[in-house]
């Protein structure tokens, strides 16, 4: 009896070549993935403490270059300072034009600064703030827009939620207590709610005192950069030094609404110089000017 014979279809070939395709397209997808990894671990660049002590970390963002607007300070690059409370430096985020612009116009109006009375919601001055200060209106012309538009941009809060931009003097001697910047008193959280965050822009140098100071953030204050540079005050908690164009993002609340004592912060007295600062204060509902 002849046996019949197989023929060859040739789908066993086309099925090898399918499952080479497979295990090849795979392992590339595989690569490629880790080189995205690595990619993204270049970039952010974590620095984390030897000991592991809850050193203050910094992760440095891809620079921005400000070409585009003829700034030739540096470029623009945010650093975290902390998360207790959530502070960040965006360094040059103002330029040197528009500091100069914004100590020019809020000169002839300055006057004596204030704080706020618990009782009655009302500025009342107060050796705890020795200053001087204006404010400028929301959207009262081009350039303060732009800075508007560019805090909104970087904090994603809107511009309606914030209040004018306050220009801030401080002379040999004159600081600001520790302090929140969120109220305890119920008149002024009835146009916008609480305040949630502070964009504090330093509009000048100071060569000596002046720092902004954290007395109540957590970590290991000594590990910043500038830590010999900083007055006695500076030493007594996180602290930035003041430089031109660059600004601190913190935020006064938590993401879970409740409000952040670690937030307590205050302006150390300036030793040599003068110190000039921007403030925009900004809320969880839009606030009416």
Known sequence: MVKPRRVWSGKPRRSWSWTLLTWLT?????????????????????????KGK???????????????IGDQRGERWVEIISWQPRAF???????????EYLINIAKPKMSKSAVVDEKTGKGVKSRVRTSTGTFLGRGSDKIVRNIEKRIADFTFIPVEHGEGLQILHYEVGQKYD??????????????????????????????????????????????VPWWNELSDCGRKGLSIKP???????????????????????????VIKGDKWSCVKWMHVYEYHT
């Open 26 to 50: 795979t392992w590339s997808i595989f690569f490629l993935l880790i080189l995205v990894a690595l990619r993204i671990i270049s970039v952010t660049n974590v620095n984390v403490n030897d």
């Open 54 to 68: 809850g050193k203050t970390s910094s992760v440095l963002s891809k620079p921005m270059r400000n070409s585009q």
């Open 89 to 99: 430096l965006y360094h040059n985020f103002l330029t040197k034009e528009e500091c």
């Open 178 to 223: 520790p302090h929140f910047d969120t109220f305890n008193d119920r008149f002024n959280i009835e146009n916008g709610g609480q305040r949630i965050a502070t964009m504090l822009m330093y509009i000048s140098d100071v060569e000596e005192g002046g720092e902004t100071v954290f007395p109540n953030a957590k970590g290991n204050f000594s590990s």
């Open 243 to 269: 430089k031109m164009g660059d600004a601190v993002l913190f935020w006064s609340m938590k993401p879970d609404a409740t409000l952040d004592l670690s937030s307590l912060h205050g302006s150390c007295p």
